[in-house]
Antibody, heavy 121, light 106 residues
Framework: QVQLVESGGGLVKPGGSLRLSCAVS????????MSWIRQAPGKGLEWVSY????????IYADSVNGRFTISRDNAKNSLYLQMNSLRVEDTAVYYC??????????????WGQGALVTVSS | EIVLTQSPATLSLSPGERATLSCRAS??????LAWYQQKPGQAPRVLIY???NRATGIPARFSGSGSGTDFTLTISSLEPEDFAVYYC?????????FGGGTEVEI
């Protein structure tokens, strides 16, 4: 059974940092392209970041570029999102998802349950 | 950035009716468009990828069409469990982008 389980969400003050983790099981993680996608309360979906299998390609949305860092540990079957200089507008449920499809980016066929990040003073 | 515009924002229909959802891209995305369904409190689920390919386990009443800038998701006969929000997403260019969503309501 394929599972993606996010952890590390919580309440943080503006300017603070948080690290999200996504534990992956039931598939060959080292052969998998991954992304983070977020959803602000009551809003639509926003793609945040992408990482390829070997971590040589990392792409970010403009809204988080320079503040967030995506990484992975294939030995631990885990994906990470280090979030620094957090802003109120970063408040959202953050999903990790498997990216499929040859070529650019991919579509997302397996999703975690999401981790809520709240940025508030 | 490629902007995806979904219409209508809300679609009010009854079970058994046909639903037609539109997604228009600000520039060509070829056929690199996917559709997702999201119910309250749940993660999205992919329905269609690359414009017209049904994802694994998706019922045949869901179909996708289009290429370039204009795409359609059709639900041939609405089941009670189909009332949800639907999003389109392009993977033709960075950044990957989603449409604003269409809510299909009773």
């Amino acid at each position: 059974q394929v599972q993606l389980v996010e952890s590390g969400g919580g309440l943080v003050k503006p300017g603070g940092s948080l690290r999200l983790s996504c534990a992956v099981s039931g598939l060959s993680f080292s052969d998998t392209y991954m992304s983070w996608i977020r959803q602000a309360p009551g809003k639509g979906l926003e793609w945040v970041s992408y990482i390829n299998k070997g971590s040589s390609q990392r792409i970010y949305a403009d809204s988080v570029n320079g503040r967030f860092t995506i990484s992975r540990d294939n030995a631990k079957n885990s994906l990470y999102l280090q979030m620094n200089s957090l802003r109120v507008e970063d408040t959202a449920v953050y999903y990790c998802a498997r990216a499929r499809g040859a070529g650019l980016g991919g579509y997302f066929d397996i999703w975690g349950q999401g981790a809520l990040v709240t940025v508030s003073s | 950035e490629i902007v995806l515009t979904q219409s209508p924002a809300t679609l009010s229909l009854s079970p058994g009716e046909r639903a037609t959802l539109s997604c228009r891209a600000s520039q060509s995305v070829s056929r690199y468009l996917a559709w997702y369904q999201q119910k309250p409190g749940q993660a999205p689920r992919v329905l269609i990828y690359d414009a017209s390919n049904r994802a694994t386990g998706i019922p045949a009443r869901f179909s996708g069409s289009g290429s370039g800038t204009d795409f359609t998701l059709t639900i041939s006969s609405l089941e009670p469990e189909d009332f949800a929000v639907y999003y389109c997403q392009q993977r033709s260019n960075w950044p990957l982008t989603f449409g604003g969503g269409t809510e299909v309501e009773i």
